[in-house]
């Protein structure tokens, strides 16, 4: 396993369409391995390929609860709406408030090329929204309400110092 380089904002290989994977090969597992790696070591929620210059619809997320891999997701059916805070490993330093849907259901392929649905709610619900977004170009600012918010270590600071 090996990290990978996170592509950053202004990257126009992030606002491009994702191409699905058709046949499972050795290259792709090994990426999967390399996002995982890459997104813990950069205590990310999520990432899509995309996100380290590979243009497949793969996609890793751990909330905490374990690592899912979902290779060509697509939401099958969403309601209710959540409003909260939002960052992305592609735009560091920052966040946006942005709504979703509270509840998707999300049909996928698993490594082994087999599919399966699952449901997922609240910040899951939320996270499988925006890695599938990036799948088709799409990143959060774009729907974010108002400015983006200011949460880089540096700010955390300067902050502090204001409360002294
Ligand atoms: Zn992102």
Redesign the pocket.
């Known amino acids: 396993m090996a990290l990978r380089n996170l592509r950053i904002e202004g990257d126009e290989i992030l606002n491009k369409i994702s191409r699905p994977i058709t046949e499972m090969k050795d290259r792709y597992q090994e990426l999967i391995d390399d996002m995982l790696e890459t997104m813990y070591e950069n205590e990310g929620v999520?990432?899509?390929a995309v996100?380290v210059g590979v243009l497949r619809r793969i996609v890793v997320i751990d909330i905490g609860e374990g690592p899912v891999v979902l290779i060509n997701p697509e939401i099958v059916e969403s309601d209710g709406e959540q409003t909260g805070s939002e960052g992305?490993?592609?735009?560091p330093g920052k966040a946006g408030i942005v709504t979703r849907p509270n509840h998707v259901k999300v049909k996928a392929l698993d490594r082994d090329m087999k599919e399966f649905e699952f449901e997922a709610e609240g910040f899951f619900a939320r996270a499988c929204c925006?890695?599938i977004d990036?799948l088709d170009g799409h990143?959060?600012t774009e729907i974010a309400e108002g400015d983006l918010i200011d949460v880089s270590a540096e700010a955390d600071d300067e902050e502090f110092e204001d409360f002294e």
């Open positions: 999520g990432l899509a996100q992305c490993l592609s735009i925006h890695e990036h990143l959060y």
